[in-house]
């Protein structure tokens, strides 16, 4: 169960209003020109005005899942899974409200914003039309001219690879008035040429790759990672960030992407795994944990967790250090981040302990 609180701005007396769900809650969008809000939860989504009085609650889910079915399949072998909506992001282009949980192997839906039970599921190809992951995923929204553009970060979960895209795509979502599509901007099987990039299929299964938290920051967009050190040191985890030039038509293929290093640390004790991160005012907040077990990824509670602060001018100056190190970018069939992991270490400033 949890609460969403609303503080009232603009109120001479402060006024909470809170509503509380017998489900578990995600993600949350506010709509203010419509005054409503949108939550995702746990096989639910709802809709509340920003009083938070009830207005609409769509139920999906649980569902069956088994790593080898597919959108159209009932999947009887499967167990029942809760489709957690942890993906909500407003689409003001087509206004709709996109939702993606983790059943059917993260399949998404357009709703209409005055009633989210009004919805239809979005299709594609094979598999860019996925974007909940049982682990980790994340979308940057661009609209682009005419075209509604997602960024879309999916973790592996371990399903079979017919239904796992790349970890890092940019996708185009087009809609007609009957029918909606999620597809890879750039899909050219014949020279190889996707608007994608994965981990190199023999390591995907093993590496670890979670991501946190994305943020568009002076037309490039950044993604926080826990990532381990390299192919070979599997219990090495560290905090990574990744930069994107945000220009579509100029990098339809994503090379521009490079990657560095943070560094949290208390003292020499590396705080060496990102539990949240937030960019605000170019300043980029990081909430790091200590690794009790790299191997399930146990945050270690007893070291407390740290917060560390570095401006974004700093880490943009060293991206391009990155960048001024190799002038070429890499040819694209080989740009999978195991590849060209290039490592500039960056230590961020130690703000304060809790
Ligand atoms: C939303 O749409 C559903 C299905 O069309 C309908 O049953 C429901 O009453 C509508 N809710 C509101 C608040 O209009
Ligand atoms: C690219 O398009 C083909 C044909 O439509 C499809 O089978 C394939 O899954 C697509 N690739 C990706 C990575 O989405």
């Known amino acids: 169960m949890l609460m969403v609180l609303l503080l009232c701005a603009g109120c001479s007396s402060l006024e909470i209003a809170n509503y509380s769900s017998s489900t578990h ?21 709802l809709q509340l005005d920003t009083d938070l009085n009830h207005i609409e609650t769509l139920n999906r889910g649980p569902f069956h899942y088994a790593s080898t079915c597919g959108l159209n399949d009932s999947c009887p072998e499967g167990t ?20 993606c949980g983790t059943s059917y192997q993260g399949i998404c839906s357009f709703h209409s914003l ?15 039309q996925f974007v909940g992951s049982r682990k980790s995923s994340l979308v940057h929204y661009l609209p682009f001219g005419e075209k509604d553009l997602l960024y879309v970060f999916q973790e592996y979960d371990g399903r079979d690879f017919a239904f796992s895209p790349q970890v890092m795509s940019l996708r185009e979502l087009a809609t007609t008035s009957t029918a909606s599509t999620m597809k890879l901007l750039v899909n050219n099987t014949i020279v190889s040429q996707f608007s994608a990039f994965d981990i190199m299929w023999k390591y995907k299964q093993e590496y670890f ?10 037309k490039h967009l950044y993604i926080v990672m826990n990532q381990q050190k390299d192919v ?7 905090i990574k960030i990744g930069r994107l030039c945000l220009a579509p038509d100029k990098d339809s293929l994503l090379r521009s992407y490079a990657e560095i290093e943070l560094e949290c640390k208390k003292g020499d004790t590396p705080y060496s795994f990102a ?21 399930d990824k146990k945050v270690d509670q007893t070291a407390g967790s740290l917060l560390c602060a570095e401006s974004m001018d700093m880490v943009t100056s060293a ?35 809790s």
């Open 25 to 45: 809650l995600h993600s949350v969008v506010i709509n203010k020109p419509r005054g409503l809000i949108y939550i995702g939860g746990s096989n639910a989504l």
């Open 114 to 128: 005055s009633n989210i039970s009004n919805y239809i599921i979005i299709g594609g190809d094979t598999k860019s």
């Open 232 to 238: 070979a040191t599997k219990d090495s985890i560290r």
């Open 209 to 218: 790759m979670q991501f946190v938290y994305t943020f568009e920051y002076e």
């Open 275 to 295: 539990s949240s991160a937030s960019m605000l005012n170019g300043t980029l907040f990081i909430s790091a944990s200590r690794l009790q077990d790299s191997d």
């Open 319 to 353: 991206f391009t250090e990155v960048y001024s190190m190799c002038l070429l970018y890499p040819d694209p069939k080989k740009a999978s981040m195991v590849d060209w992991n290039r490592n500039k270490n960056l230590s961020c400033r130690q703000d304060s302990v």
């Open 80 to 99: 029942l899974k809760d489709n957690e909506f942890k993906i909500l992001e407003l689409i003001q282009g087509k206004n709709y409200l996109l939702a």
